[in-house]
């Protein structure tokens, strides 16, 4: 039986390296916020927030993926693909919906499961200042600090595991360098096709 993930979840931690996504083409990637920028094929776009989408509506056009928000304003003003999200922690198990959990992680891991993933590897989920930096990409426009409030989202990435393994959805954390425990650690290249 093959064990590898069928989806792999791209954040922006600054572990992240472009070798790492490049390895992913060919397989099954949501992206979330600014890795459409390393990653222009991934099947999926993910953002939350209506300020990014006013940030980045011109330049994700040629983005050729699927465009999703929970935010319904934005999905009206950009033409984008709009699901409910619910003031809630944990996953929702009904498609109709995603729990916002706070955090643009959780509701992409809870996205995808709703897209079929049923093995997950999550790749650029740091929860942390790596080297000093927050995101791979430096500040978001008009941001006078590049800041994450990780202390606020770690315990609720808990709650995501919980469910998780309840609903059988397996969840592997293969960012290089992470603050987040709750999901068992594997390294990317044991998670992919030998090359022919």
């Known amino acids: 039986m093959d064990t590898r993930p069928n989806w792999f979840l791209i954040a922006?931690?600054?572990?992240?390296?472009?070798?790492?996504?490049?390895?992913?083409?060919?397989?099954?990637?949501?992206?979330?916020?600014?890795?459409?920028?390393?990653?222009?094929?991934?099947d999926v776009l993910y953002a939350s927030d209506p300020i990014w989408w006013d940030w980045h509506a011109e330049r994700v056009k040629a983005f050729r993926g699927r465009k999703i928000?929970?935010?319904?304003?934005?999905?009206?003003?950009?033409g984008l693909e709009y699901i409910e999200s619910r003031d809630a922690d944990g996953l929702s198990r009904d498609p109709a919906y995603i729990h916002k959990g706070s955090?643009?992680?959780?509701?992409?891991?809870?996205?995808?499961?709703?897209?079929?993933?049923?093995?997950?590897?999550l790749l650029g989920?740091?929860?942390?200042a790596t080297g000093g930096k927050t995101h791979w990409h430096g500040k978001h426009p008009g941001e006078s600090a590049d800041y994450s409030p990780w202390h606020k989202w770690l315990w609720r990435y808990?709650?995501?595991?919980?469910?998780?393994?309840?609903?059988?959805?397996?969840i592997i954390n293969a960012t290089r360098e992470t603050a987040l425990t709750c999901f068992?650690?594997?390294?990317?290249?044991?998670?992919?096709?030998?090359?022919a």
């Open 125 to 128: 989920y740091d929860m942390q």
């Open 69 to 78: 928000t929970q935010d319904k304003e934005s999905a009206e003003k950009y």
């Open 12 to 42: 922006s931690g600054p572990s992240l390296t472009e070798e790492d996504v490049a390895s992913l083409e060919g397989q099954r990637v949501l992206c979330i916020n600014d890795n459409y920028r390393m990653a222009p094929w991934a």
């Open 158 to 170: 808990q709650l995501v595991a919980d469910d998780a393994e309840r609903m059988g959805l397996e």
């Open 184 to 195: 068992p650690r594997k390294p990317l290249s044991s998670l992919l096709p030998v090359p």
């Open 103 to 121: 955090n643009s992680g959780i509701q992409a891991i809870n996205l995808a499961y709703h897209l079929g993933a049923r093995r997950i590897a």
